[in-house]
C-alpha cells in the first residue's frame, strides 16, 4: 500500500528521518528549482512541510 501525502508530513513534523527524506524527494520531484536553491537542512524540511501542508489544504477544498 502506498504511503500517503499526509502519512509522510506527520512522520516529517515529528523528526523522523525517513519521512523527511521521502517528503524532500517529492518536494524535489514537483519544485527542482526550489529545491536547488534550499540548501540548509532545516530549510529543506520547513520548505517541504509548508508544501506538503498547502497540498493537503487543496485536496481537502477540492
Known amino acids: 500500500m502506498a504511503i500517503t501525502l499526509a502519512q509522510v508530513l506527520d512522520g516529517a ?3 523522523n528521518a525517513a519521512a523527511e527524506a521521502e ?3 517529492r518536494f524535489k ?3 527542482p528549482l ?3 536553491m534550499l540548501t540548509d537542512h532545516h530549510q529543506q ?3 517541504a512541510i509548508e508544501w506538503a ?3 493537503i ?3 481537502e477544498h477540492a
Open 53 to 55: 501542508r498547502s497540498q
Open 45 to 47: 524540511n520547513r520548505a
Open 13 to 15: 513534523e515529528n523528526s
Open 57 to 59: 489544504a487543496k485536496e
Open 34 to 36: 526550489d529545491a536547488l
Open 23 to 25: 517528503l524532500w524527494n
Open 29 to 31: 520531484a514537483v519544485r
